[in-house]
């Protein structure tokens, strides 16, 4: 039976700033919004009181071990994609620059970066260009369908990540300051140690990282700390990460009948669907026993005669009904 656990305090991130489950289950919730989401902030504090009257994440989960609270925790990560050289070009970049471009990057699990042969990379860039195009136009700033950085704060990273990478711009690369504004940009040549992977962009910046192999790819990605999610296509039993989808990306975390969580340094539990429902509530077993059947029920007092164990051995068998 699923119990509200009585009290919570949801941190909420900004690229999913509205967390539902909780409060559906019946707990009291201390909500904590991003600061960098005001809007949505005010959305919250004024529906809630209308319809629902009735480097944090680790200093939280210190603070709750101290209380025996439990947590869970989504960290993000760096999502890698791996592109095979027989993929169709068309269909993989149109799906590539929708999951990366989607609100500007700015998404826990978008494509960090691509692992690809120079092979697939040139025949993939065209495709690319075509797919940019057709998405948000010629002058993509323009487009009513591309989003802006959430802050100037976010900008300024992102901008700094964007100067300081060794690799080469063949697709976008314009930035304005004053709105916010960063292009769809695709960078190849990038090596391992540079600037844009160290840490997760959550940015519209993609970079090409070149590997001769599916092996070689493989061994990049376990390299490197676990991630919410993976986009590839032929080494779901040789990775780890907290999703796995396969010929496209993002979608997984929208179907309601699969879990959302993290692993290792990309965090722990699971949500979404009957997930949420059983993470931010308290199974708790119940019984309800009756009177009757005492006689039967004396099979499991003492003094222990063979022919009581037997019988109690025969009722604790799985393929029979327990009723001691």
């Known amino acids: 039976m699923g119990r509200p656990i009585r009290a919570e305090v949801c941190v ?45 994440a680790r200093s939280v989960l210190v603070a709750a071990a101290q209380h025996l609270t439990p947590v869970t925790l989504e960290l993000g990560g760096k999502t890698p994609c791996f592109i095979h050289e027989r993929v169709d070009m068309m269909a993989a970049a149109r799906r590539l620059i929708w999951a990366k471009f989607f609100n500007a990057g700015q998404s826990c699990v978008a494509p960090d970066y691509v692992l690809c042969s120079a092979e697939t990379r040139d025949a993939l860039l065209p495709a690319l260009a075509q797919s940019l195009s ?14 802006r950085i959430v802050s100037g704060r976010h900008w300024t990273r992102l901008n700094a990540m964007l100067q300081r990478s060794r690799g080469r711009v063949v697709l976008g690369g314009q930035v304005c300051e004053e709105d916010r504004y960063i292009a769809p940009t695709v960078l190849v040549d990038v090596e391992e140690d540079d600037a844009l992977m160290q840490e997760e962009i959550f940015g519209p910046l993609l970079p090409f990282l070149t ?10 990605m376990n390299r490197r700390d676990q991630t919410l999610g993976s986009v590839v296509n032929t080494v779901l039993e040789r990775t780890s990460s907290g999703g796995f ?24 539990g699971n949500y979404h669907g009957r997930w949420g429902f059983e993470t931010f509530s308290h199974q708790r077993a119940v019984l309800l026993r009756t009177w009757p059947m005492e006689m039967i029920n004396g099979l499991r007092y003492p003094p222990y005669t063979e022919k009581n164990l037997t019988w109690l051995r025969w009722a604790a068998m799985p393929k029979n009904c327990t009723i001691m």
Not at 134 to 147: A, I, R, V
């Open 245 to 268: 989808c396969s010929n496209d990306g993002i979608v997984y975390m929208t179907v309601p009948g699969l879990p959302f969580g993290g692993v290792g340094a990309s965090g722990f």
């Open 134 to 147: 057709h998405f948000y136009g010629e002058k993509p700033q323009g487009s009513p369908d591309l989003g």
């Open 211 to 220: 590997v001769s192999s599916v092996d070689e790819a493989i061994d990049f």
């Open 12 to 56: 909420i991130i900004m690229g999913r700033p509205i967390r539902a489950e909780s409060c559906v289950v019946g707990n009291c919730v201390v909500i904590k919004p991003s600061e960098v989401t005001p809007s949505v902030a005010e959305v919250i504090a004024e529906l809630i009181p209308k319809y629902l009257s009735q480097v944090v």
